[in-house]
């Protein structure tokens, strides 16, 4: 069985709860907020719990791809639902936590699942952590029933905050690989899609059927509170943070503005 790298190691411990021990009461208060507007705005690839939102029918057998911590696994809507993770700690915990759903340990360029046996699989943030990702797409239209839907979103390496948190981090050689909040992960092994790239990565694959999505610009925002806590005290703060993500949504809608959005959504059909 494929084991965690030292990197995605180091990944998996930031996202642990245990993280939140090294924060100030002030900014995690910050964070909740945060996390209860993604959710509020349909956030699934911020808030594991607005997971349930991901179209998915109640009768659908569905894989929770790279599921993490196993919060989004437990939200999604389906009839049988599966989260997978390479970590077995992670998915031992996410287990316990959530007795009633059903996680793997398992690798996502060789998935131990028969071939068409799903009606969704899901790849939020997972996609960029690999380098073979063409073989991680054959695998899932692999397990995938014909019609069946993959939904995936992955950074995008224009995107200003997400070029000086990730591209120019790599430019300047640093080595440290988290801080504090998991997401302003800078991890050195995690890559960028361009639109061109995410493009090709799905041209190539065995979908014939795809369309990719620019998604949200606005995602500083969201960072100044919690590097600044006291904004959330600011009347009408939130509303604004809910206005500011709906603008951004519908600018980066259109080109050339979709080069500057902080994420691509792919969404394919078997």
Known sequence: MAKLSDYLETEARAWDKEWKRGVGKSALLAYKNNMRIFKKLGFWEESGEAASLIPTGNNDTVLDLGCGNGVSTNYIRGKIIVGLDLSEPGMVKAKHRFPNKNYVVGEALQLPFKSNVFNTVIAI?????????????????????????????????????????RGLYKILGFKKIFPTFPQFALGEEERQFTKQGYYKLFRKSPFKKFVIKPHRIERLLFFSTILIPPLIKIPFYEQFLVSASTIGNRIVAHEPFDHLC?????????
């Open 125 to 165: 943030n997972l996609v960029h952590h690999i380098k073979n990702s063409s073989v991680v797409l054959e695998e899932i239209h692999r397990v995938l029933k014909k019609g069946g839907k993959l939904f995936t979103v992955d950074p995008n390496l224009t995107n200003p905050i997400g070029f000086l948190g």
């Open 262 to 270: 902080y994420f691509w959504k792919g969404e394919a059909i078997k």
